[in-house]
Nanobody
Framework: QVQLVESGGGLVQAGGSLRLSCAAS????????MGWYRQGPGKQRDLVAS???????NYADSVKGRFTISRDNAKNTVYLQMNSLKPEDTAVYYC????????????WGQGTQVTVSS
């Protein structure tokens, strides 16, 4: 079992920055890639960014150049640095961990609210 706990959400003005953290605990060795998803009001949950254990990253087009995902394997923590925030970034942000066993479902955190005011 893996548990994911997000932190760092909050209220910021447009153009501001936030850094989200996701601490993983439990069976860490079972985790492959990790990532961040978000779900805005009335919208589906979409991938924001992902990172592999080797450090390869992938970003949604809407956040490229503004968000940076990183991973500290020693601390079992993944981060999402969010710069130049826009009101459209307002959402609940969820940390996700992909099991090495492809037959298992993703592990999910409880989410952290990010609100960007205009």
């Amino acid at each position: 079992q893996v548990q994911l706990v997000e932190s760092g959400g909050g209220l910021v003005q447009a153009g501001g920055s936030l850094r989200l953290s996701c601490a993983a605990s439990g069976s860490i060795s079972s985790i492959n890639a990790m990532g961040w998803y978000r779900q805005g009001p009335g919208k589906q949950r979409d991938l924001v960014a992902s990172i592999t254990s080797a450090g390869s990253t992938n970003y949604a087009d809407s956040v490229k150049g503004r968000f940076t995902i990183s991973r500290d394997n020693a601390k079992n923590t993944v981060y999402l640095q969010m710069n130049s925030l826009k009101p459209e970034d307002t959402a609940v942000y969820y940390c996700a961990a992909e099991p090495k066993n492809s037959g298992r479902r993703f592990y999910w955190g409880q989410g952290t609210q990010v609100t960007v005011s205009s």
